[in-house]
């Protein structure tokens, strides 16, 4: 199959889309991750699997997502390395700890 420039072009769109949306709700929405969720390209594949199997949410969102999901499931997860690299990295999943040490006085 050839791509022509329109479907390059629609490609680019739609990277860019799915680049900038965010998780509204749930385990890695906004209230887990304030002020605006966790990137979808930076959702763990087994999340997104999970949403495979019980159904995608209805919209866009959920059109967004499943193509992330398909994306991640042949190993094209490179493919958003540019949008990473645009916006600082990966997202960081897992919160730093603070850690501190008290002492006896």
Do not use: C
Not at 39 to 62: M, S, T
């Amino acid at each position: 199959m050839d791509f022509t420039e329109i479907d390059r072009e629609d490609f680019r769109n739609l990277l860019v889309e799915i680049g900038n949306t965010r998780m509204p709700f749930g385990k890695f929405g906004i209230r887990a991750y304030p002020p605006h969720g966790v990137p979808l390209i930076d959702l763990p594949p087994e999340y997104l699997a999970w949403f495979k199997e019980r159904g995608f949410p209805q919209g866009r969102l959920g059109e967004l997502m499943e193509q992330v999901f398909e994306i991640k499931a042949v190993g094209m997860d490179a493919v958003f390395d540019p949008i990473r690299h645009a916006t600082g990295g990966r997202f960081r999943l897992h919160r730093q700890r603070t850690v501190s040490f008290r002492f006896g006085d």
